[in-house]
């Protein structure tokens, strides 16, 4: 059974960084599509972070040049650095995982669809 914990979210001010972690039991190896995602209160679960099976990764506009993901595979953990955090980055973030050994594409990777295994979320806040 696949497991993803997510941890380190709490509230900054506006300019902060944050680093959540995800660890990931059940799985042998992180050689998967990993992702981060958000969800904002009434809004839709959106797609933060992707880092693919050959390590490429891919950003959502919002965070790109702020977000860094990144996994270390020894501790089968997925990590997302975020910098320079904004009111608009507030939300619950959560851990994903596709373990199917299929393609995504680079758009399909980023949705919520394309991924099988979730973790319970993180909530960050960020004031202004």
């Known amino acids: 059974q696949v497991q993803l914990v997510e941890s380190g979210g709490g509230s900054v001010q506006a300019g902060g960084s944050l680093r959540l972690s995800c660890v990931v039991s059940?799985?042998?190896?992180?050689?998967?599509?990993m992702a981060w995602f958000r969800q904002a209160p009434g809004e839709e679960r959106e797609g933060v972070a992707v880092?693919?099976?050959?390590?490429?990764?891919t950003y959502a506009d919002s965070v790109k040049g702020r977000f860094v993901i990144s996994k270390d595979n020894a501790k089968n953990t997925l990590y997302l650095q975020m910098n320079s955090l904004k009111p608009e980055d507030t939300g619950r973030y959560y851990c994903?995982?596709?373990?199917?050994?299929?393609?995504?594409?680079?758009?399909?990777?980023?949705?919520?669809?394309?991924?099988?295994?979730w973790g319970q979320g993180t909530q960050v806040t960020v004031s202004s």
């Open positions: 059940g799985l042998t190896h992180l050689r998967y599509y």
């Open positions: 994903a995982a596709n373990n199917l050994r299929v393609y995504l594409g680079p758009y399909f990777r980023l949705s919520p669809n394309a991924y099988n295994n």
């Open positions: 880092i693919a099976i050959d390590g490429n990764t």
